[in-house]
């Protein structure tokens, strides 16, 4: 039996707002095998954004342990876990959260000022080449505020695409958007998981986009209340 | 895609931040570098100017000592005159500890049709005894030639070339030499014409000039005295004024010292004002740094989510303010060295100081400290924001909240 490539163990994350004890997670356990589409549903306070944002090494946990293809990512030091950040994984946050300074293709860029070995002239040649592919392109010197809601979403689902991770963590990845915006960035999001055959979990509010994954789950209560399908 | 071009991208993203920044910085360097640069050259100027003026005791007629101060401290043109020049200068010389002494007769230009330029100060001189003209002879003339009753030579400022000609009084004297320039308006901005000449010039004024000069032949305006270096320069001149009632023996290193002295309040005023803008301006770049720190912790949360260390946050804040700071230090300092530069003879005249600005390695001494405090006060709070965002964890920044406690 193959070693799963995520594995969560007894996962607590609890947080202290004035006072108050809040607790996100309450022992979440976990095993994604690499390849995998998942997708995680549950009402708002759930845990579900904190638990992804755990695994994408946005926050520490209280306690519990989170291993990637084997390592403990929050054993690693800050540094060691900035790495892992820009090696394994590709996060889409619930907005499109592209720097408005920057155009659409400095945006894509962006994550190559963080890559261990630079290319630069590897990831320009990747950042034209993906906006090429979801006809983007004429749209590449353009600043994120000229782009429509579907674009901007595409952009940064790009940009978390740029260091060819292995794992991608889409948060409400098509919140705001209307259905056609929606179905675009949905198909783009399952077009890079069959194509690279990376690890997708997203977490969404929706019961039809939670339905094309192959294997969901639900939060409530910072639980995992099902087990796979 | 560089480091240096997102710092500069988000530098121009917020115009007015960095304005607010550009501004403060500006005025806290611009007032440094001018304020240090008075400072210096008010300190340098009292050595200097003993130096330059290379005399010890300058004798004049009792009742003119305010104006041959200002005469010779920043060469605002005057004229007076004592008498029995010769007998005066014999008894002097005679005295104990005396090396040296010069007599210089002070006419000032009309700004009449028989002088060339008008309110200048005509400086007669003895080249035989001179010991404060002659070494600032630019090259010195071949030869060591005698200089022509004739002949004038000019200060560093007068734009007329060797070899030309100037008419004072109705007479004409060749220019043959130029002075190197000293700081000091009363050698940068004279003629200097052999006693000799002057005389002959003043004899001529009756008959050639439409205003005549009217000095005796025997009478001089000063006489510039060097001591032996064992010499009390004090003692000296209590037993001259003693001797000599109708005589004053200015001191060069008090004279120097006392108008220096009168400026030492408002310096200390503007050191005072100085301080309390540079707090001023530590405070408001805290702030406006803290502010903006605080308004991109979404924009910080992203980056890191990506993958940007801790470092290279604080490199991204740092860089940002290095390179805001470095060029509003750049500029302020250029404007402050400009406005004293073109401002220090006006400053000159009116405080009635001289004011020997700092050249050279000294000067550059100077303005690189200037730089490197502006700079520092600038990146001491900027830093502080920058180490503190950089080790929040993207999650809070990207929510824009402050790291809330965590248990266990």
């Given at each position: 039996m193959a070693t799963p490539q995520i594995t969560v163990v007894n996962l607590r994350k609890q947080f202290l707002p004035a006072g108050e004890e809040a607790t996100a997670l309450d022992?979440?356990?976990?095993?994604?095998?690499?390849?995998?589409?998942?997708?995680?549903?549950?009402?708002?306070?759930?845990?579900?954004?904190?638990?992804?944002?755990?695994?994408?090494?946005?926050?520490?946990?209280?306690s519990g342990t989170v291993s990637i293809e084997g390592c403990d990512i929050f054993g690693l030091s800050a540094d060691g876990l900035a790495r892992y950040r820009v090696e394994k994984v590709g996060f889409v946050f619930q907005s499109a959260s592209l720097l408005p300074s920057l155009t659409v293709k400095e945006n894509l860029l962006l994550p190559s000022l963080y890559a261990p070995r630079r290319e630069k002239g590897r990831f320009e040649a990747r950042a034209l080449d993906y906006l090429s592919g979801v006809g983007l392109l004429p749209k590449a010197d353009a600043f994120p505020g000229q782009l429509s809601g579907g674009e901007a979403r595409r952009v940064s689902l790009l940009r978390a695409l740029m260091n060819g991770p292995g794992i991608l963590l889409a948060d409400e990845p098509t919140g705001d958007l209307d259905e056609g915006a929606?179905?675009?960035?949905?198909?783009?999001?399952?077009?890079?998981?069959?194509?690279?055959?990376m690890t997708l979990i997203l977490v969404t509010h929706s019961k039809d986009i939670a339905l094309r994954a192959r294997r969901r789950l639900t939060m409530s209560r910072g639980r995992v209340l099902e087990g796979p399908a | 895609m560089s480091l240096f071009m997102l710092a500069i991208k988000n530098l121009m993203r917020n115009v007015l931040r960095s304005a607010a920044l550009f501004l403060a910085l500006f005025v806290l360097s611009g007032t440094l570098v001018s304020i240090s640069l008075l400072a210096a050259a008010l300190t340098q100027s009292i050595e200097l100017s003993r130096q330059r003026l290379g005399a010890d005791v300058m004798v004049v007629p009792s009742g003119f000592s305010g104006t041959a101060e200002d005469l010779f401290l920043v060469g605002s043109a005057g004229s007076f005159t004592m008498k029995d020049a010769g007998e005066f200068q014999r008894a002097v010389l005679a005295s104990e500890g005396v090396k040296a002494a010069s007599p210089q007769l002070f006419v000032v230009s009309a700004p009449l049709p028989c002088c060339s330029v008008s309110d200048t100060m005509i400086v007669g001189y003895d080249p035989e005894t001179d010991f404060v003209i002659t070494p600032w002879l630019q090259g010195r003339r071949a030869g060591g030639e005698k200089q022509a009753p004739d002949d004038v030579v000019v200060g560093a400022d007068i734009l007329a070339g060797v070899g030309g000609r100037l008419k004072f009084y109705g007479h004409e004297f060749l220019i043959v030499g130029k002075l190197e320039r000293t700081g000091m308006r009363y050698l940068d901005s004279g003629m200097f014409i052999p006693l000799e000449g002057v005389r002959t010039m003043i004899a001529e004024s009756k008959g050639r000039a439409q205003k005549a000069l009217s000095i005796g032949p025997d009478e001089i305006s000063c006489l510039l005295v060097k001591l032996r270096e064992d010499a009390n320069a004090e003692k000296f001149a209590?037993?001259?004024e003693h001797r000599h009632p109708d005589k004053k023996a200015l001191l060069t290193d008090e004279m120097v010292r006392k108008t220096a002295g009168s400026l030492a309040i408002p310096l200390k005023g503007m050191a005072l004002m100085f301080i309390l803008q540079w707090a001023a301006s530590l405070f408001l770049i805290g702030v406006v740094h803290?502010?903006?720190?605080?308004?991109?912790?979404?924009?910080?949360?992203?980056?890191?989510?990506?993958?940007?260390?801790?470092?290279?946050?604080?490199?991204?804040?740092?860089?940002?303010?290095?390179?805001?700071?470095?060029?509003?230090?750049?500029?302020?300092?250029?404007?402050?060295?400009?406005?004293i530069r073109t401002f220090s003879s006006y400053l000159s005249l009116t405080v009635k100081v001289p004011l020997v600005l700092p050249q050279g390695t000294a000067l550059a001494g100077?303005?690189?400290?200037?730089?490197?405090?502006?700079?520092?006060?600038?990146?001491?709070?900027a830093l502080f924001s920058a180490l503190r965002s950089s080790k929040i964890e993207p999650f809070y920044l990207i929510r824009g909240e402050v790291r809330r406690k965590e248990q266990g």
């Open positions: 022992g979440v356990n976990l095993a994604v095998d690499k390849g995998e589409y998942l997708a995680i549903t549950g009402h708002s306070g759930s845990g579900k954004t904190t638990l992804l944002s755990i695994l994408g090494g946005l926050l520490r946990p209280t929606e179905q675009q960035v949905m198909a783009l999001l399952e077009t890079f998981h069959r194509e690279m055959n | 209590l037993r001259l803290k502010f903006s720190v605080d308004e991109r912790r979404f924009e910080l949360g992203i980056m890191k989510a990506l993958g940007a260390t801790d470092a290279n946050i604080r490199s991204l804040l740092t860089l940002e303010i290095v390179i805001l700071s470095g060029a509003a230090c750049f500029a302020g300092i250029a404007s402050g060295l400009l406005l100077l303005v690189s400290a200037a730089f490197a405090v502006s700079l520092c006060s600038a990146l001491a709070p």
